[in-house]
Nanobody, 116 residues
């Protein structure tokens, strides 16, 4: 039932910025948490940042201080990415964990490429 719609990916120069957005619809209640994960070719999907219903945030050490996760409302999450590095190049996926069932929903992913 839950649908995740992502936007904001693209090509950016090293040191530049991008803002990703993910809007969730179709859930009965506010989600337990939402977040962003990324996966580069040949690598496992890894956590980037999460935010829960109490606005507690969690960041991967590799992005802490450069990325900021935030909510516009209970079902919309953003990822502000600053000081981007080539190592940030990956497909970024939005993730939602339902409040009651803890069922996990994924977006289809948006490509972020950091290159000169």
């Amino acid at each position: 039932q839950v649908q995740l719609v992502e936007s904001g990916g693209g090509l950016v120069q090293p040191g530049g910025s991008l803002r990703l957005s993910c809007a969730a619809s179709g859930s009965l209640f506010s989600p337990h948490s939402m977040g962003w994960y990324r996966q580069a070719p040949g690598k496992q999907r890894e956590l980037v940042a999460t935010i829960d219903s109490g606005d507690t945030t969690n960041y991967a050490s590799s992005v802490k201080g450069r990325f900021t996760i935030s909510r516009d409302n209970a079902n919309t999450v953003n990822l502000q990415m600053n000081s981007l590095k080539p190592e940030d190049t990956a497909v970024y996926y939005c993730k939602l964990v339902a409040r009651v069932s803890y069922q996990i929903y994924w977006g289809h992913g948006t490509q972020v490429t950091v290159s000169s």
